[in-house]
Structures are given as structure tokens and as C-alpha cells.
Nanobody, 108 residues
């Protein structure tokens, strides 16, 4: 089970930090953050594979940073310089376990 937290509302240019807490160890799993716009499919925002390699969507590269803490079994997404188009529901996935999502709203 994974649970997201940290969503909310912010003005464009601001920052938010999303956190995902897993009930079991995250070590050895691929994991990531995805987002979904209304009426659209879920899309990858940032992904961290078990080797430590990180992947980012072109739209967030340089602004978002994904980081895992294996000791705490958490996966964070630091989001800086947020844009209105970042408004979406954000989901955490660890292995095959998805969270329920957390809303991020960026206003102009």
C-alpha cells in the first residue's frame, strides 16, 4: 500500500513537495510519479528504476526531482517553478502498487 501526501494549491512559480509512504520496503522496486488530467490517460512525470536511473518527462525536466529514501520507505517529488499546466492529480507507484492520488492545482 502506498499513500501520497503534499498536494495542494500554489501560484505559478511556486513549489510543492509530494511524498509517498509505502507500507513495505521500496528497495529493489521500480517506482515513480504519474499525473492525470481530466479525461486523459495517466502519464509519467518521473520514474526511478531499481538501478537508480531516473527518467523525467520533457515537460518537467529541470523543474522536478524524484528521490527515494529506502530507510524510510518513501518516495518524494520536489516540484519547483510550477506552471498552470502542472495542475493534475498526481499518483505514486511503487512496483505494482498505486496510491489514490493527490491533487495539485497551480494558479496564474
Amino acid at each position: 500500500q502506498v499513500v501520497e501526501s503534499g498536494g495542494g494549491s500554489v501560484q505559478a512559480g511556486g513549489s510543492l513537495r509530494l511524498s509517498c509512504a509505502a507500507s513495505e520496503t521500496i528497495s529493489g522496486y521500480d517506482m515513480g510519479w504519474y499525473r492525470q488530467y481530466p479525461g486523459s490517460q495517466r502519464e509519467m512525470v518521473a520514474h526511478l528504476i531499481s538501478t537508480g536511473t531516473k527518467y523525467y518527462a520533457d515537460s518537467v525536466r529541470g523543474r522536478f526531482t524524484i528521490a527515494a529514501d529506502n530507510a524510510k520507505n518513501t518516495l518524494d517529488l520536489q516540484m519547483n517553478n510550477l506552471k498552470v499546466e502542472d495542475t493534475a492529480v498526481y499518483y505514486c507507484v511503487v512496483g505494482w502498487s498505486w496510491g489514490q492520488g493527490t491533487q495539485v492545482t497551480v494558479s496564474s
